[in-house]
């Protein structure tokens, strides 16, 4: 019978080594990763494939991740597969021809998946552009610009104006690579469709996911989204400069600080922090911020942090140890441009084993904070674990006794 639990535990294994190889710019462990963890979801989808086959009931087979298909998406299907048996290379009238992009409908359910299973990016927010090239930006808290007693004045207008930005969401390229085994094409009746769009999107889920996550928490700006840990203020070379760390040793009062410099924006107007966002490293989550949020006290387990403020704390590979983000998430911007991503190509500068062709997809958007006080970046590495209370429940008084 198929261990569902064990397949998800080894394909965890292999994403956090995929996670981990991007954080390091190691393209030899990263493309390793990607290959192992491309060929174990194949395993698993072929093991499902076999034991659903002959199933008709579409609820359950939209209950283990099967969805029907519009006749967009399946046409776009149908015409991938045939270039795959065929082994169509790149040229004028193949597969770079399929000028018809993955359908915004799939980029759509991608972005639905990621979301799910990364938390970061279910936190921010974080959209599909439709195929617009630009998307407007409030630069900062606007309420207390956007009412006036008495003339409405030019100077009003620009001031209002000058607060709102655009963000090009098609100047920046990612390219993700997935894997298509040779014999993945034996599905081929009816509902094959169906189980490539469950593969495609497994894999461009997590490879584009873990791009995201890295180019949010430190992208520099150059030819990539500008980070969560960068200084809006500070430029060299065209590369946003990081933020000065600020040093915490507590969640308490120093924490509390830290969370007040969030309320004021760039402009000196306040506007309303509810639950802020923690990002910290996995390592930092289990050696520190776990056992912070499940302290033991005399009136029972309390999460030390949100009883400071109100918290959601993230893991991310992409923060280093000893360091932390913390900021409101909804004031960091992202967005894919689903209208211009999503054209397959085949390459052959990237080959992992003979019976693998390797495809490649570039995905366009754009990302950055709405502005530079929206989020902090913290030096963490003070901060101990609370040690556990001792109570005093009675006491014994003893005397010397001389035989």
């Not at 928490?217 to 969560?228: K, L, P, S, T, Y």
């Not at 900021?327 to 894919?336: M, T």
Request: net charge negative; proline share 3%.
């Amino acid at each position: 019978m198929l261990n569902k639990d064990l397949i998800k535990e080894q394909n965890k294994e292999i994403a956090q080594k995929f996670s981990a190889g991007l954080a390091e710019n190691d393209v030899e462990k990263t493309a390793e990763a990607l290959r192992d963890y491309q060929g174990a979801i194949m395993e698993s989808i072929e093991q499902e494939f076999q034991a659903l086959k002959g199933e008709k009931d579409a609820e359950v087979l939209q209950s283990r991740g099967l969805r029907a298909l519009t006749s967009q998406e399946n046409a776009w299907y149908q015409k991938f597969i045939e270039h795959v048996q065929s082994g169509a290379r790149q040229d004028a009238h193949g597969i770079t021809n399929l000028t018809d992009a993955i359908p915004p409908t799939v980029i759509d359910r991608v972005i639905e998946d990621m979301k799910k299973d990364h938390p970061l990016l279910d936190a921010i927010n974080f959209q599909n552009a439709n195929g617009a090239a630009k998307l407007i930006l409030n630069g900062v808290q606007m309420s207390s610009l956007l009412g006036s007693w008495g003339a409405i004045t030019s100077a009003i207008t620009e001031e209002v104006t000058g607060q709102i930005k655009t963000i090009d969401v098609s100047s920046n390229k990612y390219t993700a690579y997935f894997l298509i085994p040779k014999d993945f094409v034996k599905f081929n009746f009816g509902f094959a469709p169906t189980w490539v769009d469950r593969y495609i999107r497994i894999i461009l889920g997590e490879v584009i996911a873990n791009g995201l996550e890295k180019t949010i928490i430190e992208g520099d700006g150059d030819g990539q989204f500008i980070g969560m840990e960068r200084d809006l203020t500070s430029v060299t070379s065209g590369k946003y400069n990081k933020k000065s760390k600020t040093a915490i040793s507590d969640f308490g009062s120093a924490y509390a600080d830290v969370v007040a410099g969030l309320i004021e924006d760039d402009n000196g107007d306040y506007r309303n922090v509810g639950e802020v966002l923690l990002v910290v490293n996995p390592k930092d989550y289990v050696r520190k911020v776990r056992a912070i949020q499940n302290a033991i006290t005399h009136v029972g387990i309390i999460d030390l942090i949100s009883h400071t403020w109100p918290t959601k704390t993230v893991q991310s590979a992409f923060v280093a140890e000893n360091d932390a983000v913390v900021g409101i998430a909804k004031n960091y911007f992202a967005a894919i441009n689903g209208g211009q991503s999503g054209i397959v190509e085949y390459s052959d500068e990237f080959k992992f084993l003979d019976d693998i062709r390797t495809y490649t997809t570039r995905m366009y958007g754009n990302g950055r904070p709405i502005d530079n006080r929206s989020f902090a970046y913290l030096d963490i590495s003070e901060i101990a674990t609370p040690a556990l209370p001792v109570r005093v429940v009675d006491t014994v008084s003893t005397e010397e006794v001389t035989p």
